[in-house]
């Protein structure tokens, strides 16, 4: 672990300062067509950016981290817990090279992450290359993000609460290794869709092999009855664009995973005995913003045919649904308030193992924005709740803080 993060840290410096160093030389008079862009931009939020002469290279890097402090109390207010931490520090590069048709796109993680049951070693989050022989055409081969529900594809770096919901948290996919095709109907105004899918290992970041020839089929569909959201807002929450017109986005996925051998497909404890379970999950999405208001609601859930296994004490596989709704508003395109609840219900054979009916988080949201997503803070203050829960000792009321830089 420690040999590896030192390797990738003298990497980054030894590219950055080449960069940095980096003179543009003479290039042989070019066509008009060909596009000539500065050699340098930098710029907050955006990255260092540097482009060869004419369309041969470019490449972006970002730099970005959060800090979080959190706070947890029992139903009368006694505290339970602290916790501080480093939650992200990541370094991402994109761009293009030979041609703008390739491109692609690595990040990497430097702090460990519990979607990796084999080690704490996760540095390579993303890593794909993409061909796009059109603007509405784009095939990737490498790892990263499962086009699932929209709170996973969202970045954590562009969530307008601290964390993604409890809902994404259980149902939610995460990054793959596998092929990834997309179709964007070219359309500026009025009506248009998405189409995405892909056929991944289906075992999670950095697994290597499936060796019981599982794999995991996804499809996902978006849909935009009024046009599509400046800025890229699909992917982002909070209406930092301020939408002049009604925008909506309707959006409905599902993902089959073969053979599956850890608990939630590629996140999870491995199932015991190299066992493998068939994994169904659903997901379905609705987004809407106008003038600073943000509304969004995700519904989502997992079929299993066979979710307990012998070991009474731990393994055993989530089925079930749940729903969660949020929204915000931005005074001054520098503070926004948002109010979310999530629930979750587990299925009743599972309910036993869960230790709950039902599970339900409201959260109260406050984000001063200095630079966008770039430069934030966030506060957050959550009431849990369980209905027949087994144990009442859980935590009741978690307030959260988080600072974001990023580059």
Same mark, same amino acid.
């Given at each position: 672990?420690?040999?590896?993060?030192?390797? @990738?840290?003298?990497?980054?410096?030894l590219?950055?300062?080449?960069? %940095?160093?980096? !003179? =543009?030389? /003479? &290039?042989?008079?070019?066509?008009?067509?060909?596009?000539?862009?500065?050699?340098?931009?930098?710029?907050?939020?955006?990255?260092?950016?540097?482009?060869?002469?004419?369309?041969?290279?470019?490449?972006t890097?970002?730099?970005?981290?959060?800090?979080?402090?959190?706070?947890?109390?029992?139903?009368?207010f006694?505290?339970?817990?602290?916790?501080?931490?480093?939650k992200?520090?990541?370094?991402?590069?994109n761009?293009?090279?030979?041609?703008?048709?390739?491109?692609?796109?690595?990040?990497?993680?430097?702090?460990?992450?519990?979607?990796? @049951?084999r080690?704490?070693?996760?540095?390579?989050?993303?890593a794909? %290359?993409?061909? !796009? =022989?059109? /603007? &509405?055409?784009?095939?990737?081969?490498?790892?990263?993000?499962?086009?699932?529900?929209?709170?996973?594809?969202?970045?954590?770096?562009?969530?307008?609460?601290?964390?993604?919901?409890?809902?994404?948290?259980e149902?939610?996919?995460?990054?793959d290794?596998?092929?990834?095709i997309?179709?964007?109907?070219?359309?500026?105004?009025?009506?248009t869709?998405?189409?995405?899918?892909?056929?991944?290992?289906?075992?999670g970041?950095?697994?290597g092999?499936?060796?019981?020839g599982?794999?995991v089929?996804?499809?996902?569909?978006?849909?935009?009855?009024?046009?599509?959201?400046?800025?890229?807002?699909?992917?982002?929450?909070?209406d930092?664009?301020?939408?002049?017109?009604?925008?909506?986005?309707?959006?409905?996925?599902?993902?089959y995973?073969?053979?599956?051998v850890?608990?939630q497909?590629?996140?999870?404890?491995l199932?015991?005995?190299g066992a493998s379970?068939?994994?169904?999950?659903?997901?379905a999405?609705?987004l809407l913003?106008?003038?600073?208001?943000?509304?969004?609601?995700?519904?989502?859930?997992?079929?299993c045919?066979r979710?307990?296994f012998?070991?009474?004490?731990?393994?055993?596989?989530?089925?079930?649904?749940?729903?969660?709704?949020?929204?915000?508003?931005?005074?001054?395109?520098?503070?926004?308030?948002?109010?979310?609840?999530?629930?979750?219900?587990?299925?009743?054979?599972?309910q036993?193992?869960?230790g709950?009916?039902?599970?339900g988080?409201?959260?109260?949201?406050?984000?001063?924005?200095l630079?966008?997503?770039?430069?934030?803070?966030?506060?957050?203050?959550?009431?849990?709740h369980?209905?027949?829960?087994?144990?009442n000792?859980?935590?009741?009321?978690?307030?959260?803080?988080?600072?974001?830089?990023?580059l």
């Open positions: 672990m420690q040999t590896d993060l030192r390797s @990738a840290c003298c990497a980054l410096l590219l950055l300062g080449a960069l %940095l160093c980096a !003179r =543009p030389t /003479a &290039a042989a008079p070019q066509p008009d067509s060909v596009r000539r862009t500065p050699a340098f931009a930098v710029e907050i939020g955006k990255g260092i950016t540097y482009r060869s002469p004419g369309e041969s290279f470019a490449l890097m970002r730099l970005r981290m959060q800090s979080l402090v959190g706070l947890s109390f029992d139903r009368d006694t505290f339970r817990e602290i916790e501080a931490r480093i992200r520090l990541q370094v991402k590069f761009g293009y090279v030979y041609s703008p048709k390739l491109v692609y796109y690595i990040q990497l993680g430097f702090t460990g992450h519990a979607a990796n @049951a080690s704490n070693s996760d540095i390579v989050a993303d794909i %290359l993409y061909y !796009r =022989p059109s /603007a &509405a055409w784009s095939f990737g081969l490498g790892q990263t993000k499962i086009q699932g529900s929209r709170a996973q594809i969202t970045s954590s770096g562009l969530l307008q609460f601290v964390d993604r919901s409890i809902v994404n948290g149902f939610g996919s995460d990054r290794f596998g092929i990834f997309q179709y964007d109907l070219p359309r500026d105004k009025g009506f869709f998405t189409a995405k899918s892909s056929v991944t290992l289906g075992e970041r950095n697994w092999r499936s060796t019981n599982g794999l089929y996804t499809r996902r569909l978006e849909f935009y009855p009024l046009g599509r959201f400046k800025q890229k807002g699909e992917v982002s929450e909070g930092l664009a301020h939408e002049e017109q009604v925008r909506i986005m309707l959006a409905g996925a599902f993902s995973n073969h053979k599956a850890r608990t497909g590629q996140r999870g404890d199932l015991p005995d379970r068939n994994l169904s999950n659903w997901y999405d609705f913003k106008y003038r600073g208001f943000s509304f969004c609601a995700d519904f989502m859930g997992r079929t045919g979710p307990l012998d070991d009474e004490a731990r393994t055993w596989i989530y089925t079930g649904w749940g729903c969660n709704v949020q929204a915000g508003y931005i005074i001054r395109k520098r503070w926004e308030v948002a109010l979310r609840n999530s629930m979750l219900f587990p299925r009743s054979k599972v036993p193992r869960a709950y009916e039902r599970r988080q409201t959260t109260l949201g406050v984000s001063h924005y630079v966008g997503h770039a430069i934030k803070f966030q506060a957050d203050l959550s009431y849990n369980r209905t027949r829960a087994v144990k000792d859980y935590t009741r009321w978690a307030f959260t803080f988080q600072m974001e830089v990023g």
